[in-house]
């Protein structure tokens, strides 16, 4: 891919991660209480959606580069 096409991407993705914080934010409220499950319940409900877009193999992927980056940042505020 090129160098004009990631930045569109992460373009595209950044805008798609604001959309979604937006929806979170006001579903974990409307949850009260129960947020933190609403918060794990989207989650799961995303995956869903997102294996039903492309396929369980590139979720996987995105999940597997997730998690690297939280584990990074996890190690970046150990420091």
């Not at 579903?27 to 396929?55: H, L, Q, R, W």
């Not at 580069?65 to 505020?77: G, P």
Request: aromatic fraction near 4%; avoid cysteine.
């Amino acid at each position: 891919m090129s160098n004009d096409s990631n930045q569109t991407a992460e373009a595209l993705f950044d805008k798609a991660l604001e959309i979604a914080e937006k929806h979170l934010e006001m579903a974990v409220k409307e949850g009260g209480a129960f947020g933190p499950y609403v918060a794990v319940a989207m989650i799961e409900a995303a995956v869903n959606a997102a294996v039903d877009e492309t396929s369980h193999e590139d979720v996987v992927d995105m999940l597997r580069d997730l998690a690297a980056q939280i584990e990074a940042d996890a190690e970046n505020e150990d420091e």
